[in-house]
């Protein structure tokens, strides 16, 4: 029998037998056409070695019964040669290990091999887009889940796909923005995480994401070797709280949010600074409090600021505006532009009046048609307003609005909606009232969401 080696010693002089576990398996496809030829894998040993490898199709429907995700394995006669791209590799290793006709993979039994049942290389979140750069370089990083924005859905290769936003804090207050798309969402199920937890400060350790630096600004996506973490069993994620000596009395959002945040939305947990507030605050907020924070406003939309150009030729990708069917985002000319929404909602409340932007699949969720319908339908040479937004004027919301804010000119503020509900008739979200006897409360709490 062939001794067994430890994955750290495999080369393309030594090889042998490894036991180990299998980490994660995704599938290997062929960017000329799109197919799926092989499955890419990471395995890790009882010594914290680790290796990835690549196999043809064909060999994993062969093995796949033993073969599978957190398995641990022996596993014999394959080669191992040098790495021959660079790219996209998720461990540490200067070598490829890969399965042939001849490799067999055998489930072993799991009480007898300790072996980890995860594997990291944290890097650190302040690194991201000054020494780490490579766009094509997975990366593992760990924090706290500071807020994440809710589920939206947006057109993706022509089908309606899920969106979602994550932003990942650390121990100094760095914040990096983690972007998910389709089944990465439902992998992570944040509303799942909280409900498991009693809506305690959620931590993730994410391996493998990949950096996409996007106008200037370096974020964080999810692909298919990515995985995430949030059991605070793993043995990662507790020596990071032990490390950044957190616990569940400190990590709390701080009772200035508290008292100005609504109580209990699907997504709205007690970290996500979610602050309802009223179109008065609102204004008044200093411009350096607008970051990533949201904000919730119930408000009756009164008008349509731009009746005549409430429509833009878009990037059929990225929805950026085109200048000369030139996409300044993708750096590509476009043939074809989408026509897409831009509506400047004039909106009020009982203590005064804003104007908030509607833009994309935003607003496209608010009137019920595609921005190019309507203005097929429409008149535009008449001066009237659309009937389908015509139809809007009146109607109240409750508004999620985004930290990200457009000053035109002067101190004129225009706020961008992240997600919009429909007040039906008898349903209540009113700001709290404010009586005489606690006039002076209602006042405090108000200073302590401008500051």
Same mark, same amino acid.
């Given at each position: 029998?062939?001794?067994?080696?430890?994955?750290?010693?495999?080369?393309?002089?030594?090889?042998?037998?490894?036991?180990?576990?299998?980490?994660?398996?995704?599938?290997?496809?062929? !960017?000329?056409?799109?197919?799926? $030829? @092989?499955?890419?894998?990471?395995?890790?040993?009882?010594?914290?070695?680790?290796?990835?490898?690549?196999?043809?199709?064909?060999?994993?429907?062969?093995?796949?019964?033993?073969?599978?995700?957190?398995?641990?394995?022996?596993?014999?006669?394959? !080669?191992? %040669? /040098?790495?021959?791209?660079? @790219?996209?590799?998720?461990?540490?290793?200067?070598?490829?290990?890969?399965?042939?006709?001849? !490799?067999?993979?055998?489930?072993?039994?799991?009480?007898?091999?300790?072996?980890?049942?995860?594997?990291?290389?944290?890097?650190?979140?302040?690194?991201?887009?000054?020494?780490?750069?490579?766009?094509?370089?997975?990366?593992?990083?760990?924090?706290?889940?500071? /807020?994440?924005?809710?589920?939206? %859905?947006?057109?993706?290769?022509?089908?309606?796909?899920?969106?979602?936003?994550?932003?990942? *804090?650390?121990?100094?207050?760095?914040?990096?923005?983690?972007?998910? $798309?389709?089944?990465?969402?439902?992998?992570?199920?944040?509303? @799942?995480?909280?409900?498991?937890?009693?809506? #305690?400060?959620?931590?993730?350790?994410?391996?493998?994401?990949?950096?996409?630096?996007?106008?200037?600004?370096?974020?964080?996506?999810?692909?298919?070797?990515?995985?995430?973490? *949030?059991?605070?069993?793993?043995?990662?994620?507790?020596?990071?709280?032990?490390?950044?000596?957190?616990?569940?009395?400190?990590? #709390?959002?701080?009772?200035?949010?508290?008292?100005?945040?609504?109580?209990?939305?699907?997504? *709205?947990?007690?970290?996500?600074?979610?602050?309802?507030?009223?179109?008065?605050?609102?204004?008044?907020?200093?411009?350096?409090?607008?970051?990533?924070?949201?904000?919730?406003?119930?408000?009756?939309?009164?008008?349509?600021?731009?009746?005549?150009? $409430?429509?833009?030729?878009?990037?059929?990708? =990225?929805?950026?505006?085109?200048?000369?069917? $030139?996409?300044?985002? =993708?750096?590509?000319?476009?043939?074809? &532009?989408?026509? =897409?929404?831009?509506?400047?909602? #004039?909106?009020?409340?009982?203590? @005064?009046?804003?104007?908030?932007?509607?833009?994309?699949?935003?607003?496209?969720?608010?009137?019920?048609?595609?921005?190019?319908?309507?203005? %097929?339908?429409?008149?535009?040479?008449?001066?009237?307003?659309? &009937?389908?937004?015509?139809?809007?004027?009146?109607?109240?919301?409750?508004? *999620?609005?985004?930290?990200?804010?457009?000053?035109?000119?002067?101190?004129?503020?225009?706020?961008?909606?992240?997600?919009?509900?429909?007040?039906?008739?008898?349903?209540?979200?009113?700001?709290?009232?404010? !009586?005489?006897?606690?006039?002076?409360?209602?006042?405090?709490?108000?200073?302590?969401?401008?500051?």
């Amino acid at each position: 029998m062939d001794s067994v080696l430890p994955i750290s010693q495999l080369t393309n002089r030594v090889q042998g037998v490894i036991h180990a576990r299998v980490l994660k398996i995704w599938q290997a496809i062929d !960017t000329k056409n799109n197919n799926v $030829w @092989g499955m890419n894998f990471v395995l890790l040993d009882k010594e914290g070695g680790a290796i990835q490898g690549v196999m043809p199709i064909h060999i994993y429907r062969r093995m796949e019964v033993d073969f599978v995700e957190g398995n641990i394995c022996e596993i014999g006669r394959f !080669t191992v %040669e /040098h790495i021959k791209n660079s @790219g996209f590799r998720t461990v540490k290793h200067d070598f490829t290990i890969y399965f042939s006709a001849q !490799t067999y993979a055998t489930q072993l039994a799991p009480n007898l091999h300790d072996i980890p049942a995860c594997y990291f290389d944290f890097k650190h979140l302040e690194d991201i887009g000054t020494k780490i750069t490579d766009e094509k370089q997975p990366i593992d990083v760990i924090g706290k889940v500071s /807020h994440f924005t809710t589920i939206e %859905e947006k057109m993706a290769n022509g089908k309606p796909t899920k969106m979602q936003t994550v932003y990942i *804090t650390n121990e100094s207050g760095h914040t990096v923005e983690m972007t998910l $798309w389709a089944h990465f969402v439902d992998q992570l199920d944040i509303d @799942g995480v909280y409900a498991k937890s009693n809506n #305690q400060p959620m931590f993730l350790a994410c391996s493998s994401v990949i950096l996409k630096h996007y106008q200037g600004k370096y974020s964080l996506r999810a692909y298919a070797a990515t995985r995430f973490y *949030t059991d605070r069993g793993v043995k990662e994620i507790k020596e990071y709280l032990e490390s950044v000596h957190c616990d569940d009395t400190a990590l #709390q959002i701080n009772t200035n949010a508290i008292a100005c945040s609504e109580g209990s939305s699907s997504n *709205t947990h007690p970290q996500i600074d979610r602050i309802k507030i009223s179109l008065e605050d609102l204004s008044m907020l200093p411009l350096d409090n607008f970051s990533t924070g949201q904000y919730l406003c119930v408000a009756n939309i009164v008008g349509v600021n731009n009746p005549f150009d $409430w429509y833009y030729e878009g990037c059929p990708k =990225c929805y950026g505006k085109l200048r000369q069917s $030139w996409c300044k985002g =993708c750096k590509t000319k476009r043939q074809q &532009p989408s026509i =897409c929404y831009k509506i400047l909602w #004039q909106v009020e409340d009982d203590t @005064g009046e804003v104007e908030f932007s509607a833009i994309g699949n935003t607003a496209q969720y608010m009137v019920g048609e595609k921005a190019s319908e309507v203005k %097929e339908k429409s008149n535009l040479d008449c001066n009237e307003l659309p &009937p389908p937004l015509k139809k809007l004027i009146g109607n109240k919301y409750k508004f *999620t609005i985004s930290g990200k804010l457009q000053v035109l000119y002067e101190n004129h503020r225009v706020y961008n909606i992240i997600q919009s509900e429909l007040i039906v008739e008898n349903e209540q979200l009113a700001l709290p009232a404010i !009586t005489e006897d606690d006039e002076d409360k209602t006042s405090e709490n108000r200073k302590k969401c401008l500051h």
